[in-house]
């Protein structure tokens, strides 16, 4: 069996605000145990995301390289 309810976020939290200090605090663990995984999730997909994805080669690299050294120059230039 399933009941969805609609309620505001507002209407919600004055839910909350009339419950006792050891109801809320369990409200409390509960909502952070749930944003804990969320978060460990989210990890392991940005860490799946840094491990699989592109990288230079190491022509590219040096061209990235010589590029910044050349900006490099002309700011100093430009600004000294």
Known sequence: MELKINVAISEFL???????VSEKQKIKQAIEKDLSSN?????????????????????ELSNF????????????????
């Open 14 to 20: 004055n839910l909350i605000k009339t419950l006792p």
């Open 39 to 59: 978060k460990k999730q989210m990890n392991g997909k940005l860490n799946e995301l840094l491990k699989n994805g592109p990288t230079l080669t190491k022509e």
């Open 65 to 80: 390289e010589f590029t910044n050294q050349s900006f490099s120059k002309w700011n100093k230039k430009l600004y000294a």
